[in-house]
C-alpha cells in the first residue's frame, strides 16, 4: 500500500469505522465501498458528507463512492397474547433486556397503544422522544434498551380515544423511527387480535411471534385465538412462554399452583410448537417491574428465568438468519 492510500485510509476509517468495507486508489481517483446496513436514510447521507469531506481534506479530487447493506436486517419479534393481565408486557420488557445483556442490539417498541405500559417497566417515565426530520429518536433506558411508547407522547393517566387508523398510524411511527444500528425490534403488542395487531402484521410483517398465556384453561384458549392470527398473517411463531407458573410463598418457602402448571407447555407441544420456558409468579417480579428494574438486569432465579427465554429465541433467530 501506498503512502498516499494509507493516508486516505487512515482518514476515511476515522469517519467510518468499520463501515468502510473496501478502497482502491489509482491515478488519482479513488473507489471507495461504505457498508451502510441498519442505518436510516439520514445517517447515510451524513456519513456520505464525511467521507466525501475526509477524501477531498487529504487531497482526493475524484471520489467514486459507493455503498452497500451488507449488515443483518433488522429483524421485528413481535410478543402477543390472546387476552390481557398474562404479564405480557413484563415479558417483553424483559425478554429486551435478557438479549441485550447476551450482546444483542436490541430495541423495544411499546405497542400497546391504548394501555402503555414499558415506560413504566424500563425507567422512562416523564420523558419525550426527540424528532429528526419526521422521524423521533428512541428513548435509551439505563438497561441498555432504547426504546418508543405512546406513554412517551402523552399525559400520565392520559386516556387515549382513537379509532383504529390512527392507532395504526401511532404504530408506524413507533415502529418506523431513527433505530440506527439495531439488530431486533421487540414489539410489545396489544391484547387480542385487534386493528393494531392486523396493521402489524400487514404494514410492518414481524420476523417471529412470541405467544405468551398462564396455565390456566381459559388463557390458552385465548392463546390459540393469538396462535391463529399469527398463522394466518404468514408470521412464523417462536415459540410459547408460560407465565405465572408456580407461586412460592414469601413466608413459609411452600409453592403453589394458584393458576395450575404445565398447561402452555402441553398446548405447545399440541400445537406443535416450541415451549421457550416458564416464568413463576413472584412478588420480586412484580415488585422491581414496578420500580422500573427489569428482574432480568440482575442475579436471581428470576433473571434466569428470563436469559433462558431470551437463549431460546435468539438461537431460533440465528437458525433464521
Sequence with gaps: MSIEQQALQDALHQVAGDRLQTLKLADGVATVMLDVGGLERLDRDKLEMAVRDAARKAGVADLRLGMTAERKARLIIAVGSGKGGVGKSTLSANLAVAMARLGRKVGLVDADIYGPSQPRLLMTEGRKPEAEGNKMHPIPSPWGVPMLSMGHLVQPGQAIAWRGPMAGNALGQLIDAHWGDTEILVVDLP???????????????????????????????????????????????????????????????????????????????????????????????????????????????????????????????????
Design 191 to 321: 391484547p387480542g387480535t385487534g386493528d393494531v395487531q392486523l396493521t402489524m402484521l400487514a404494514k410492518h410483517k414481524p420476523a417471529g411471534a412470541v405467544i405468551v398465556s398462564t396455565p390456566q384453561d381459559l388463557a390458552l384458549m385465548d392463546a390459540t385465538r393469538a396462535i391463529g392470527l399469527f398463522e394466518q398473517g404468514g408470521v412464523p411463531l417462536i415459540g410459547m412462554v408460560e407465565n405465572m407458573a408456580g407461586y412460592i410463598c414469601p413466608h413459609c418457602g411452600e409453592e403453589s399452583d394458584p393458576f395450575g402448571v404445565g398447561g402452555a407447555e402441553a398446548a405447545a407441544k399440541l400445537m406443535k410448537l416450541p415451549f421457550l420456558g416458564r416464568v413463576p409468579l413472584d412478588m420480586a417480579i412484580r415488585r422491581e417491574s414496578d420500580a422500573g428494574n427489569p428482574p432480568a438486569a440482575g442475579d436471581t432465579p428470576q433473571a434466569d428465568a428470563f436469559l433462558s427465554i431470551a437463549r431460546g429465541v435468539l438461537a431460533w433467530i440465528d437458525e433464521k438468519r
